[in-house]
């Protein structure tokens, strides 16, 4: 069990822990690894970040990161392991399903195939006509 103030000194770089749900988590060594980047944790450091953690709509996957990183509990704050709203799992502990890591792939474009020849090669052609039709014209002189 931990005190608001003693998760309050625990704000720097080196040290950082939130609070989410009541959960104190110790994210020091998530820092570099952290989606959104480290500054984020750095701001929510000392301080309850549930509102902030539940506003982006983290996925089951990072939510489980809570079980992993967590050091104990804050005082007085009463937990709901029935709730909704926090569903957490041990699935931490098991290697990442293909559809948990889905939402981290950055999918390719998919445009046709076609449509980078009508890009691309259809204007360089008008171009091309069109420097074509000067020269026969003996406007363009190379």
Known sequence: MFTLSQVAQHKSKQDC????????????????????????????AGKDATKE?????????????????QIGYLQGYKIQDDD???LFTDSYKEPMKAKEIEA???????????LVFVEYFVPFLAAAFFLYYRYLNGALQL
């Open 17 to 44: 822990w939130i609070i989410i749900h009541g959960r104190v988590i110790d994210v020091t060594k998530f820092l570099e690894e952290h989606p959104g980047g480290e500054e984020v944790l750095i701001e929510s």
């Open 53 to 69: 953690f539940e506003d982006i709509g983290h996925s089951k996957a990072s939510k489980n990161y809570i079980l992993k990183y």
């Open 84 to 86: 909704d709203d926090n």
């Open 104 to 114: 981290f792939v950055i999918k390719q474009n998919s445009k046709p195939k076609h």
